[in-house]
C-alpha cells in the first residue's frame, strides 16, 4: 500500500504486481514532463516523458499517463521487479519563450518485495 | 559518450576550507546545470549555465560560485560553507536550454564538518 508521512512517500508492492506512482504538478504552463528513477547513491536516470498535447505514452513495461485538467501525472510500472526499488521523481518543464527549467516533484520510493 | 562524470564521488571539507566539485561531459550539450539534493527530497536547481554564459542564479548564498571555464566543463568553488549546506550535489546537461531531456551525473557527496 501507498503511505505518505514525515519522510518520503512510500509504495511497497509484491514482485510482479503492477505498480502506479503519482504526481501532482504545479504549473499549468508546463508543457513536458519526465519520470526520473533514482538509486541510492546515484544521480536520475530518465524512465519516459510526455508532452502536454498527449495523454498517454507508453515504453518497456512502464506508462505514463497526463491529466491537465487536475494537473496529475502517473507512472504505471508493469510486472514489477526488485530491481524497481528506487525513488521516483516526476518533474516538469516550460519551454514558453525557452525558458524552460526542470522542477521536480516531491518523489515516491518503490519498495519491490520478492 | 553519453554520461556526465562528476568528480569527486564524496567530499568532507571544514568549514574554513576551499574546495571544488567537477562535472564534465563529452556529448556536445550547451547547457549545463547545477543541482542540490538533501535527503528524502528532491533536486534543487542552483545555476544554469547557457553556452558557458551563466544564464540562471536560483538564488544561491555566494559561498557557492560557479564557473564553466569551456562547453564541456562546469566546476563549483565551494568556501566558508555550513554544516547545513551537506547533501548530494548534481550535475546534468541538456543540448540546449530549450531541449526537453536532462542527463545527470551521479553527483558528489559533501559533508561539510
Known amino acids: 500500500g501507498e503511505s505518505v508521512g514525515l519522510h518520503l512517500p512510500t509504495l511497497s508492492v509484491q514482485e510482479g504486481d503492477n505498480s502506479i506512482i503519482n504526481c501532482a504538478y504545479s504549473?499549468?504552463?508546463?508543457?513536458?514532463f519526465i519520470w526520473y528513477k533514482q538509486e541510492s547513491g546515484k544521480g536520475p536516470q530518465f524512465i519516459i516523458d510526455?508532452?502536454?498535447?498527449?495523454d498517454k505514452r507508453q515504453g518497456q513495461r512502464v506508462t505514463v499517463l497526463l491529466n491537465k485538467t487536475v494537473k496529475h501525472l502517473s507512472l504505471q510500472i508493469a510486472a514489477t521487479q526488485p530491481g524497481d526499488s528506487a525513488v521516483y521523481f516526476c518533474?516538469?518543464?516550460?519551454?514558453?519563450?525557452?525558458?524552460?527549467?526542470?522542477?521536480f516533484g516531491k518523489g515516491t520510493k518503490l519498495s519491490v518485495k520478492p | 559518450d553519453t554520461e556526465v562524470t562528476q568528480t569527486p564521488k564524496h567530499l568532507v571539507m571544514g568549514m574554513t576550507n576551499k574546495k571544488s566539485l567537477k562535472c564534465e561531459q563529452h556529448?556536445?550539450?550547451?547547457?549545463m546545470y547545477w543541482y542540490k539534493q538533501k535527503a528524502k527530497k528532491p533536486p534543487e536547481l542552483m545555476f544554469v549555465?547557457?553556452?558557458?554564459?551563466?544564464?540562471i542564479n536560483e538564488s544561491v548564498p555566494s559561498r557557492f560560485s560557479p564557473e564553466c571555464p569551456n562547453s564541456s566543463l562546469l566546476n563549483l568553488h565551494l568556501h566558508a560553507l555550513q554544516p547545513e549546506d551537506s547533501a548530494l550535489y548534481l550535475c546534468?546537461?541538456?543540448?540546449?536550454?530549450?531541449?526537453?531531456?536532462?542527463?545527470f551525473g551521479s553527483g558528489t557527496r559533501l559533508t561539510v564538518v
Open positions: 546534468a546537461s541538456s543540448k540546449t536550454r530549450a531541449s526537453y531531456g536532462y542527463t
Open positions: 504549473n499549468s504552463a508546463s508543457d513536458y
Open positions: 510526455i508532452r502536454s498535447n498527449m
Open positions: 518533474a516538469e518543464n516550460t519551454f514558453f519563450r525557452s525558458q524552460g527549467n526542470l522542477i
Open positions: 556529448m556536445g550539450h550547451r547547457a
Open positions: 549555465y547557457s553556452y558557458e554564459k551563466l544564464s
